[in-house]
């Protein structure tokens, strides 16, 4: 591993429960991340030891930079990545790979050693499908958000059909020489 895409609402940020809301409340979504919007469990940790084994990082997210660079900066990551990669601003949403090649595209190197860490089903299918080594991270807001075909429930033996690896938080990961290393069940791998 050389590099990471990650995303950021529900993969890296407890963000997700500020989209619960329709029609969305704008003020009251920005100031979630402005003031409230806090880290997963281990993620200042885990982007702490990928910088210190030369891991590259970007971010590929779906929230508007407005709204977000606030809790990067407040939680102290926004320094960890190089780049950061909207679907607004690459002009596609998570459906099709294009913002994960625009990543790839700027970290220049090959797809075989990029992983991309998402938690919505949708997202990781997509990045899976496109040949990205795909890390799914647990988030509880994923199954009240996420529907699959006839409006199925997605569950994590789902979202397993596509990732390489299922996490339930970073706490579970650890890096060392450029390789990932996950301390949990067997379960929580793709056969």
Partial sequence: MKAIIFDLDGTLLESMHIWRKQPYEWDSIAK????EVVLKPGVFEFLSALRQNGIRMVLATATDRHLMEPAL???????FFEEIFT???????????????KALDFLGLDKQDVWVFEDAYYAIKTAKTAG???AAVHDKWVRKFSYG??????????????AD???DDYCQLAIDNGQLTVTMSPTNFRT
């Fill in 165 to 167: 690896i299922y996490v």
């Fill in 73 to 79: 900066h407040r939680n102290k990551i926004h320094g």
């Fill in 132 to 134: 990205f080594k795909v």
């Fill in 32 to 35: 979630a991340y402005k003031h």
């Fill in 149 to 162: 075909m006839h409006g199925k429930i997605i569950e994590k033996e789902d979202i397993m059909e596509f």
């Fill in 87 to 101: 679907c607004r601003e690459v002009g596609s949403n998570k459906e099709t790979p294009l913002i994960y090649h």
